[in-house]
Nanobody, 111 residues
Framework: QVELVESGGGLVQPGGSLRLSCAAP????????MNWYHEAPGKRREWVAD???????NYADSVKGRFTISRDNLENTVYLQMTSLKPADTGVYYC?????WGQGTQVTVSS
């Protein structure tokens, strides 16, 4: 069964950092653009960042300069380094690529 598995979420204080991971062990990872999405409580899921097969990146305005997306094609893993976290960053973060969604990982930014 092909799947994407996120990890790395947790509780962090405002201004803190987290690194999310999305592993795709049985997926032809290197041929797809990979994305991260954010679903805040009570809101719709929104796109956060993507990374192309050659490493080009794009970011939502709300995270530009704070978040960094990267990928390791040998490890079939995509990362989201999150810094200067704000309470508005709270929610579930999902990995998406090749038509597949992960199960999500919860991030809570609170003092």
């Amino acid at each position: 069964q092909v799947e994407l598995v996120e990890s790395g979420g947790g509780l962090v204080q405002p201004g803190g950092s987290l690194r999310l991971s999305c592993a795709a062990p049985r997926f032809t990872f290197s041929t797809y653009t990979m994305n991260w999405y954010h679903e805040a409580p009570g809101k719709r899921r929104e796109w956060v960042a993507d990374i192309g097969v050659m490493g080009s990146t794009n970011y939502a305005d709300s995270v530009k300069g704070r978040f960094t997306i990267s990928r390791d094609n040998l490890e079939n893993t995509v990362y989201l380094q999150m810094t200067s976290l704000k309470p508005a960053d709270t929610g579930v973060y999902y990995c998406f690529g090749g038509g597949l969604w992960g199960q999500g990982t919860q991030v809570t930014v609170s003092s």
